[in-house]
T-cell receptor, first 111, second 112 residues
């Protein structure tokens, strides 16, 4: 069935460095690719999203890139800060079917 | 305030005792879904609903039931809970199936 693979499962970076999380989706009908951040004990919240007709989107220190041909999309966080430490989930949705999440990446930003 | 509200937040129950977790949204969203979150497995979709009276299975529907009689409510029913349903459950709603999902606060369920 349709799935979303997410790597790595854990990522440790020094404060100020960049972090990259990658996802691969299987359903070619997917047209919406959001990223959610879940802080400890909290609910997931959207941080950035991209649609299939766009290759890249940026919001301050956060950017997302999409390669439709390869069915890959990635989250890039630059100048990481301790408050970026959280679990990050990618997802893929087609609008007419399941809204599928990746397995999550635990990001630790070391001060 | 726009929100998704699920209750209860915490629940400990015994094997076989039917329970319902409620979920309500006040944003007039069409799409609602239930997820369970387990360590290392991410958020797995249990059931989803694209509109009133329209529901469908997600990836892990076994042992669960849902209903969507009203647009705002989407309860999750465990007819005969088992210990392997011990998990953190999230309800989510979105305007459509391919837009931002808004999550409830989560329900931590323990089945003993």
């Amino acid at each position: 069935g349709e799935n979303v693979e997410q790597h790595p499962s854990t990522l440790s970076v020094q404060e100020g460095d960049s972090a990259v999380i990658k996802c691969t989706y299987s359903d070619s009908a997917s047209n919406y690719f959001p990223w959610y951040k879940q802080e400890l004990g909290k609910r997931p919240q959207l941080i950035i999203d991209i649609r299939s007709n766009v290759g890249e989107k940026k919001d301050q220190r956060i950017a997302v890139t999409l390669n439709k041909t390869a069915k890959h999309f990635s989250l890039h966080i630059t100048e990481t800060q301790p408050e970026d430490s959280a679990v990050y989930f990618c997802a893929a949705a087609s609008g007419t079917y399941k809204y599928i999440f990746g397995t999550g990446t635990r990001l630790k930003v070391l001060a | 305030e726009a929100q998704v509200t699920q209750n209860p937040r915490y629940l400990i129950t015994v094997t076989g005792k039917k329970l319902t977790v409620t979920c309500s949204q006040n944003m007039n969203h069409e799409y609602m879904s239930w997820y369970r979150q387990d360590p290392g497995l991410g958020l797995r979709q249990i059931y989803y609903s694209m509109n009133v009276e329209v529901t469908d299975k997600g990836d892990v529907p076994e042992g669960y039931k849902v209903s969507r009689k009203e647009k705002r409510n989407f309860p999750l029913i465990l007819e005969s809970p088992s210990p392997n349903q011990t998990s953190l459950y999230f309800c989510a709603s979105s305007f459509l199936g391919d837009t931002e999902a808004f999550f409830g606060q989560g329900t931590r369920l323990t089945v003993v």
